[in-house]
């Protein structure tokens, strides 16, 4: 049997979202398609895509080839670059790529884009891939020869028309954010396989810059936009960006890119529509001091919380997983999390490091029914079971990097005095491009109890004080079955020109998605 199985001819007589399941005869094998939203009369499409991935060209494995075939046949993005490290590539190979760009391309399906990563260090300006709309006669600006950001600036505007650019930051190997050309770079990459950077993009916008997001890859095994886990450096599945556009075909989808009309997730296909006063994601809408701000979420989980963020902080929240009985009761489904910051200890130095989170959780007064591992993809890094000599007590190995892991507890005949109990081992911090001011630290060990009595009715969080961090967990009961739907509208009331919003979303699975943002008002980039 083909691994993959294509389903032609589908069509859908009303509106709506749909959602598939598929299973095999005996059951054993069982899974979910990614939600389906059907519009009357579609002004725009979700389109998904990686911009950030590596072959053999660089320090991965695999050939440009079998890169290309898996992003169209396997993981069926989209759109694509395959985006070598500049001080590796030689001529011949990007000519390879350059040719691989028109012969993979299928207008209508498939898209591909010609690009590079520029590679230096963070002091110089950091990492950028640089997209161009069309392969013919486009020149590497390297690194070799233009070792500042500005230079790079300056010699992608000496050989292209700016249209024809678009230059992406990420946080690995940290861009310098308080440099930006308006014209060419739109997009910020906080998503990859090496952690989740929210504070990165945050730092382009605190700087004044109009800039949107969008997630990538950055896989190393030719397996762009559906990726596997490697170590503890490229330790998450990764990141997909969706681009919002009219039609599949290079020069929409690029232009597209280049407006901010885009959202990132950490792979999940969600489904995410902001609006601001009729104004969509990535754009600026006419300055009023009245902002009605509304949204939908279409998810792949059960949606855990949705936040609109405004100038940098926290103005509307709202949490869907919330039970409504709060009194005792024998049974209860509860979220245990682990949560950690990867914004860098010292201003313009690379993200902290993966936190790893390794230990148990001991239930007493209560009994165990089930435990579900929410994120764990990484086998190597995330494990959990159940010890053999106590049904109660979870052994548990995962890691964090700006994002959560979760673990579901569902639990049966809950005494007044039940407890849960975690034990943490000290562990250290790992992750490529490591911080040069603060380099990865031993975390010492930590005993937190929850009482459940407690935990019945509100949420209890854990802080552990590291200098210059404050990781957490959390114990929060949830409702077992959640919204997969929801859409949300709030206002607003602003006489300042330039503000912005956005939106973030999380799922009881923790995956993530953000939003770009919408400014109000104030003077447009371009």
Same mark, same amino acid.
């Given at each position: 049997?083909e691994?993959?199985?294509?389903?032609?001819?589908?069509?859908?007589d009303?509106?709506?979202?749909?959602?598939?399941?598929?299973?095999?005869?005996?059951?054993?094998?069982?899974?979910?398609?990614?939600?389906?939203?059907?519009?009357?009369?579609?002004?725009?499409?979700?389109?998904w895509?990686?911009t950030h991935?590596h072959?053999?060209?660089?320090?991965?494995?695999?050939?440009?080839?079998?890169f290309?075939?898996?992003?169209?046949e396997?993981?069926?993005?989209d759109?694509?670059?395959?985006?070598?490290?500049?001080?590796?590539?030689?001529?011949?190979?990007?000519?390879?790529?350059?040719d691989?760009v028109?012969?993979?391309?299928?207008?209508?399906?498939?898209?591909a884009?010609?690009?590079?990563?520029?590679?230096?260090?963070?002091?110089?300006?950091?990492?950028?891939?640089?997209?161009?709309?069309?392969?013919?006669?486009?020149?590497?600006?390297p690194?070799?020869?233009?070792?500042?950001?500005?230079?790079?600036y300056?010699?992608?505007?000496?050989?292209?028309?700016?249209?024809?650019?678009?230059?992406?930051?990420?946080?690995?190997?940290?861009?310098d954010?308080?440099?930006?050309?308006?014209?060419?770079?739109?997009?910020?990459?906080?998503l990859?396989?090496?952690?989740?950077?929210?504070?990165?993009?945050?730092?382009?916008?605190?700087?004044?810059?109009?800039?949107?997001?969008t997630a990538?890859?950055?896989n190393?095994?030719?397996?762009?936009?559906?990726?596997?886990?490697?170590?503890?450096?490229?330790? &998450?599945?990764?990141? +997909?960006g969706?681009?919002?556009?009219?039609? /599949? #075909?290079?020069? *929409? @989808?690029?232009s597209?890119?280049? %407006?901010?009309?885009?959202?990132?997730?950490?792979?999940?296909?969600?489904?995410?529509?902001?609006?601001?006063?009729?104004?969509s994601?990535?754009?600026r809408?006419?300055?009023?001091?009245?902002?009605?701000?509304?949204?939908?979420?279409?998810?792949?989980a059960?949606?855990?919380?949705?936040?609109v963020?405004?100038?940098?902080?926290?103005?509307w929240?709202?949490?869907?997983?919330?039970?409504?009985?709060y009194?005792?009761?024998?049974?209860?489904?509860?979220?245990?999390?682990?949560?950690?910051d990867?914004?860098?200890?010292?201003?313009?130095?690379?993200?902290?490091?993966?936190?790893?989170w390794?230990?148990?959780a001991?239930?007493?007064?209560?009994?165990?029914?089930?435990?579900?591992?929410?994120?764990?993809?990484?086998?190597?890094? &995330?494990?959990?079971? +159940?010890?053999?000599?106590?049904?109660?007590? /979870? #052994?548990?190995? *995962? @890691?964090?990097?700006?994002?959560? %892991?979760?673990?579901?507890?569902?639990?049966?005949?809950?005494?007044?005095?039940?407890?849960?109990a975690?034990?943490?081992?000290?562990?250290?911090?790992?992750?490529?491009a490591?911080p040069?001011?603060?380099?990865?630290?031993?975390?010492?060990?930590?005993?937190?109890?929850?009482?459940?009595?407690?935990?019945?009715?509100?949420?209890?969080?854990?802080?552990?004080?590291?200098?210059?961090?404050?990781?957490?967990?959390?114990?929060?009961?949830?409702?077992s079955?959640?919204?997969?739907?929801?859409?949300?509208?709030?206002?607003?009331?602003?006489?300042?020109?330039?503000?912005?919003?956005?939106?973030?979303?999380r799922q009881?699975?923790?995956?993530?998605?953000?939003s770009s943002?919408i400014?109000?008002?104030?003077?447009p980039?371009?």
């Amino acid at each position: 049997a083909e691994a993959i199985s294509i389903v032609d001819g589908l069509s859908f007589d009303e509106p709506g979202v749909y959602r598939f399941s598929i299973a095999t005869e005996d059951d054993q094998i069982t899974g979910r398609v990614n939600p389906i939203l059907i519009e009357a009369e579609p002004t725009r499409r979700i389109f998904w895509g990686d911009t950030h991935g590596h072959s053999g060209f660089a320090e991965g494995i695999g050939t440009p080839d079998r890169f290309m075939r898996w992003a169209k046949e396997d993981a069926r993005l989209d759109y694509v670059t395959h985006s070598e490290h500049d001080i590796w590539l030689d001529d011949h190979e990007w000519q390879i790529l350059r040719d691989n760009v028109s012969r993979y391309t299928e207008e209508g399906r498939f898209i591909a884009y010609l690009g590079y990563e520029w590679s230096i260090r963070n002091f110089q300006g950091g990492h950028h891939n640089v997209l161009f709309r069309t392969p013919e006669r486009r020149k590497r600006i390297p690194a070799q020869f233009y070792p500042t950001l500005s230079k790079l600036y300056q010699g992608l505007r000496a050989e292209n028309s700016t249209a024809d650019v678009l230059v992406i930051p990420h946080a690995h190997q940290a861009g310098d954010y308080r440099q930006n050309d308006p014209e060419l770079e739109p997009l910020i990459e906080i998503l990859s396989q090496h952690g989740t950077f929210e504070w990165f993009g945050r730092r382009y916008l605190d700087h004044g810059h109009q800039v949107g997001f969008t997630a990538a890859s950055d896989n190393h095994l030719s397996q762009p936009g559906y990726s596997a886990p490697l170590g503890t450096s490229l330790a &998450q599945r990764g990141g +997909l960006g969706a681009v919002l556009a009219e039609e /599949l #075909n290079t020069d *929409t @989808l690029f232009s597209a890119m280049k %407006s901010r009309r885009t959202y990132a997730t950490t792979g999940e296909r969600m489904i995410l529509d902001v609006a601001l006063n009729e104004a969509s994601m990535g754009s600026r809408a006419a300055f009023a001091e009245a902002r009605s701000i509304s949204g939908r979420v279409i998810g792949t989980a059960p949606i855990d919380q949705i936040t609109v963020m405004k100038n940098d902080e926290v103005f509307w929240q709202q949490e869907y997983l919330q039970s409504e009985d709060y009194a005792d009761a024998e049974e209860a489904t509860l979220l245990l999390s682990f949560e950690s910051d990867s914004k860098p200890y010292q201003r313009g130095d690379n993200p902290r490091g993966w936190r790893h989170w390794r230990g148990s959780a001991t239930v007493a007064g209560a009994n165990v029914i089930s435990a579900q591992a929410q994120d764990f993809h990484n086998a190597a890094q &995330q494990q959990l079971s +159940l010890a053999e000599d106590s049904p109660n007590q /979870l #052994n548990f190995s *995962t @890691l964090t990097r700006g994002d959560t %892991s979760s673990i579901l507890l569902k639990l049966s005949d809950i005494k007044r005095n039940a407890t849960v109990a975690v034990d943490l081992l000290g562990a250290r911090e790992t992750g490529g491009a490591p911080p040069v001011y603060r380099k990865p630290q031993q975390m010492p060990p930590a005993q937190v109890s929850f009482p459940l009595s407690d935990v019945l009715k509100e949420t209890f969080r854990a802080t552990l004080m590291i200098p210059g961090y404050e990781d957490t967990v959390t114990l929060r009961r949830v409702i077992s079955d959640g919204p997969m739907d929801i859409s949300f509208a709030i206002d607003d009331i602003s006489q300042r020109q330039g503000d912005y919003y956005y939106v973030r979303v999380r799922q009881v699975d923790d995956s993530l998605a953000f939003s770009s943002p919408i400014w109000v008002g104030g003077f447009p980039s371009r």
